[in-house]
């Protein structure tokens, strides 16, 4: 079982609507959770930090459920510019401690 | 301001012909690490930095080599490059080793191998 998975889309979705990605991780033991961004040929970056209790960053609402492994990211009234793969990472909690596992990604694009 | 800095943004080289990617960071973070990344895949993780201490992944071929002169550098050697080893090459950067915190990424290089 791969320890990172994501549904690799694509997602076609019109401006303005409302999406939502999931992701599931194998290891139990993981403590962090992220949401990245990586647009075509470039760099990933940080989208938002995913908490136990849920998090919101304006149209962006990130959700954790342990119990089930399961990271989600709701992406509310799109923009053109959200069109992007959204990566979801979770820390690996191996012996180095220094580890992040990156999922391969979901394509987003949004049409007008 | 770039932050982590990354060159070239892309090389091109033959295949069996050493090459190295350089990357340079201005946040004097303390953790800095390489990733490989292939179309349509995850960044995996090759190797880290935390100051001098140099952390491999098992799974990292031997013809993967990282040297870390100082704080602000880091260099990733890829001593007989094959086809298989075309990729985008991305640096990072973090604060700390105790916290898992922000990885800052560099631009990438995109490696060719002819």
């Known amino acids: 079982r791969k320890e990172v998975e994501q549904d690799p889309g694509p997602f076609n979705v019109p401006e303005g609507a409302t999406v939502a990605f999931n992701c599931t991780y194998s290891?139990?033991?993981?403590?962090?959770f992220f949401w990245y961004r990586q647009d075509c040929r470039k760099e990933p970056k940080l989208l938002m930090s995913v908490y136990s209790s849920g998090n919101e960053d304006g149209r962006f609402t990130a959700q954790l459920n342990r119990a089930s492994q399961y990271i989600s990211l709701l992406i509310r009234d799109s923009k053109l510019s959200d069109s992007a793969t959204y990566l979801c990472?979770?820390?690996?909690?191996?012996?180095?401690?220094?580890?992040?596992?990156f999922g391969k990604g979901t394509s987003l694009l949004v049409t007008p | 301001d770039a932050m982590v800095i990354q060159n070239p943004r892309y090389q091109v080289t033959q295949f069996g012909k050493p090459v190295t990617l350089s990357c340079s960071q201005t946040l004097n973070h303390n953790v800095m690490y390489w990733y490989q990344q292939k179309s349509s895949q995850a960044p995996k993780l090759l190797f880290h930095y935390y100051d001098k201490d140099f952390n491999n992944e098992a799974d990292t071929p031997d013809n993967f080599q990282s040297r870390r002169p100082n704080t602000s550098f880091c260099f990733l050697d890829i001593r007989s490059p094959g086809l298989g080893d075309a990729a985008m090459y991305l640096c990072?950067?973090?604060?700390?080793?105790?916290?898992?915190?922000?990885?800052?990424f560099g631009p990438g290089t995109r490696l060719t191998v002819l």
């Open positions: 990472v979770v820390d690996s909690n191996s012996n180095s401690g220094y580890a992040l596992n």
């Open positions: 290891n139990s033991a993981s403590q962090s």
């Open positions: 990072a950067t973090s604060r700390d080793k105790t916290i898992l915190d922000t990885q800052y």
